[in-house]
Structures are given as C-alpha cells and as structure tokens.
C-alpha cells in the first residue's frame, strides 16, 4: 500500500504527528518536495522533535527515510539534523537515503532570499529566509547544483564558479551586500560530499525495489495544499509542488502506483507569512486560538495567523488531492469555546462564491460567510475513542466532513501519539 500525506491548508496542519503515527504502519517513509523550510514536530516519549528535511518516521528505529529528487537539500542543515536527531538516540545511519538528483542550497541562496523579501517591503511574501525559492529558481533555469554534482569535483568547480560569477554580482549591485568567496564554499561543498556520500543514492529505484517486495510507503508532503507553486495562493506560496501530484514527480513513480491519498487539516485554520486568509481572527478569539493552540512557527518561531475552519479551503484540497479520508487536529484546542464558527463560502460583490478564486485581489476582498455551531465545555483533549467525544464536538466534525465532502478517519486530540481518534486506518482502508 502506498500512501500521500498531503496538509490541505497552508502548512503546519499536524502532519508530522499524523505521519510520526502512520510510519508505525508503514516501511519507507519518503519526502518529496520542500527543504528544511518544514517544521514537523513529534512528541516522541518525553521528547519534542522538530524535523525539518529528514523524513519524520525515521524517529520509529526500524523504518527507512529517503529525500527524493525534489526536495532541495541544504547540506549544512541536513548534517545538523543528523547530529541533532544522534543527540536524542536516534540513528539514521544505513537508512536514510538521499537522492542524488536532489538539488542543493547554497549560500547565496539563503542570502538572495533574504534580501529579495527586503527589497519587496510590504510585499514581501514572508518567507522562511531558508533560501528554498531561489534554490528552485536555479533549478528551474537549468543552472541548479545537483547532488551528484558534489561527487564531481571539476564539474562542482565549473558549475559552482559560474554561478557564484553571477550570484555575487547580483548581491552586490542590486543589494549592495557583499559577496561570498568562491574557494571556501567549494571546499566547504567537497566537505559536505564527503560526509554525506553515504546516504547518496538512486532513490527512485530503492523505492521501486520496496514496492516490488511488497513494502508500504508514505510520501510525507511538507507545507500544505494552498502553498503549492501551480495550485496555491500564489505568489504567496512556497516554490515547490507540495500537493499529491508532487509525490510522482518528486520521487520518480508513477501515478497508478499510489493506492490513497490522505489529508491533514487543522480544527481551525492558520497561516505563517502573507497572503489573503478570509477567515483570520483579528479579534481577542484569534489570539486566543493561538495561544492554546501553541501557534507559533516550527521552523521560524513567528506566531502563526489564526482564523476559523475555512471549508471553501479544504474542499478545494480534496478536489485538487482527490482525497479518500482526511484527519483532523487539534480538535482539543477548541475545548471550552462557547460558540465556534466554519467558514462555508466566501461573499464577494454581493454573490456568494463556493470555489477558490484564482484572482488574488478577488480573494483578499473576500468575506467569509460563516455558520456557527455551539461549543462545547467537556473536554475532548486525550480522548481515543469517537463515542466520547461530546456531542457537541461531534456536530462540528460531521458539519466538517459534510462542507468539504471528505471523511473524517482520524481525529487527533492531542500531541501524543497515542492521543487520537482512529475511525479508518488508512493503511488499512479498502480501496
Ligand atoms: P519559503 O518556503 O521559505 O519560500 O516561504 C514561502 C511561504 O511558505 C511563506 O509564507 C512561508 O511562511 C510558507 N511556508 C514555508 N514552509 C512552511 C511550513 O512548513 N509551514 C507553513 N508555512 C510554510
């Protein structure tokens, strides 16, 4: 059985504990797209873990992680989260692979990302400064560093030299920053080669070889639906494919060879950075969502906006996924809440729309038109049965499922992993 997990909002749904939790079901655990822009974080025994760029089941000892060919990997960052995760007890030695068509992130990308959101003032498009968006752009233009290339010193040399030609003279001329020194980063390169090498592999025939054994994979997107270059709220949106066709391209497999794509969506809805968001609370409601909710960026620490459910969001999600089931977080969040609302539909000029706009400026005047459901004062944080649940909160799930016309197969209460709801496994789930 082979599985995507895809975030059907704008990130940081809670993917990495529903993934953390279906790794226990599954063999190879598979990133696809994105960098160490993610955040996913997993309570693991007494430890919070932040995964950025290594696959989050590799936390289960026995499961292999592979970062496919799209993902941008940071060399530095990704040596880093193998330390970090060694420091925990947790070794990914002879089961982490990296794809050796992945592209890599240099410094200059890190600094134009940074410098090209300065530039932009109020139109900067908030974004995590990790270099993903320039990396991308140098992939795009057929320019990128690949990482096989580290294993090519006279290649590294030829590609690394043009671009860095190019790079620094972009940073000093148009924003009058100093440039990078070409020797250091190519030995510093030639460095990160030699200490990653053992990782490097063809990762799209590893993973066909697990499927031919039989074996269950997960391909564990990173951000959410509305972040996705093609499909999101672009330009607001991250520079990679993070929705299910992202899995096929990402990694080197095809479409007929993925059994079920499954979504993460939030109780309520948040978004890091800018960019429209109908249904933001800019009210004490939002602050306090966030709050409770411990809203504030995995990767950046940046509070996180908070708004109501927005199904006009989620139902396009499951249309451009083509979701089978979806789990909903966070459920306990809204504990105690007297009143809580979900967004069906957006007023704009007098009509109700029922679909995303493709139009920004459509979006932004966008009102939400919204239903609201009474709360519930019971708690529901630790429950893991569905019949406890409140009535109450059980309303609200089914108005959910109902608004965005997807099943609800898990509902999470909690940042433990045993701290959830399983109607449907969907490793499980019949096809
Ligand atoms: P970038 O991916 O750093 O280029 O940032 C582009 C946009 O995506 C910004 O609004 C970021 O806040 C957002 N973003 C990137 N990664 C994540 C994530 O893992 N969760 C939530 N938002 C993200």
């Not at 940081?12 to 974080?41: C, F, M, P, W």
């Not at 089961?95 to 600094?111: D, Q, V, W």
């Not at 909690?414 to 109607?423: A, C």
Request: proline letters at 5%; charged letters at 20%; a neutral charge.
């Amino acid at each position: 059985m082979n599985i995507i997990v895809v975030g059907t909002q704008w990130g940081d749904e809670g993917k990495g504990k529903i993934v953390d939790l279906l790794s226990e079901e599954a063999d190879y655990i598979v990133r696809y797209q994105g960098g160490h822009n993610a955040g996913h974080t997993v309570v693991s025994g007494q430890n919070t873990i932040i995964l950025h760029l290594i696959p989050t089941g590799v936390l289960h000892p026995e499961k292999v992680g592979v970062i496919g060919n799209g993902v941008v990997v940071d060399p530095a960052a990704l040596l880093e989260e193998i330390e970090m995760l060694a420091s925990y007890g947790v070794s990914v030695s002879g089961r982490l692979f990296i794809s050796e068509m992945a592209h890599l992130i240099f410094p200059y990308h890190k600094a134009l990302d940074k410098a090209s959101e300065r530039s932009k003032g109020s139109r900067k498009i908030g974004t995590t400064g990790r270099g993903i968006g320039p990396a991308y752009a140098d992939k795009m233009a057929r320019i990128g560093i690949r990482v096989i290339d580290l294993f090519d010193p006279p290649l590294l040399r030829q590609k690394l030299e043009s671009n860095l030609t190019e790079m620094n003279l972009l940073l000093k001329e148009a924003y009058h920053l100093e440039g990078f020194d070409f020797d250091k980063m190519y030995q510093d390169y030639l460095g990160y080669g030699e200490r990653i090498q053992s990782y490097v592999t063809d990762t799209s025939q590893l993973i066909h070889r697990a499927m031919g054994e039989g074996r269950h994979l997960l391909f564990e997107g990173a951000q959410g639906t509305h972040l996705d270059v093609d499909l999101g709220t672009y330009p607001f949106v991250t520079s990679s494919s993070s929705t299910a066709g992202g899995a096929c391209t990402g990694t080197g497999v095809g479409p007929t060879q993925i059994d079920r794509v499954f979504g993460v969506a939030k109780a309520y809805t948040t978004r890091v950075g800018e960019g429209p968001f109908p249904s933001e609370l800019h009210t004490g409601m939002g602050s306090l969502i966030r709050e409770k909710g411990g809203e504030f960026g995995a990767t950046t620490g940046r509070p996180r906006r908070c708004g109501w459910f927005d199904a006009v969001v989620v139902r396009y999600a499951a249309r451009i996924n083509h979701l089978d089931g979806m789990a909903i977080t966070k459920l306990d969040v809204l504990d105690g809440l007297p009143e809580i609302a979900i967004c069906v539909g957006y007023e704009y000029q007098g009509r109700l729309i029922h679909e995303m706009p493709a139009s920004l400026s459509v979006l932004q005047s966008c009102t939400p038109r919204l239903v609201r459901l009474p709360g519930w004062t019971e708690k529901t944080a630790g429950v893991t049965s569905y019949d406890l649940l409140p009535q109450n909160a059980k309303a609200y799930l089914a108005a959910i499922a109902k608004e965005v016309g997807c099943p609800i197969d898990m509902v999470s209460t909690g940042s433990r992993r045993k701290e959830t709801i399983t109607l449907t496994h969907p490793f499980s789930a019949p096809k």
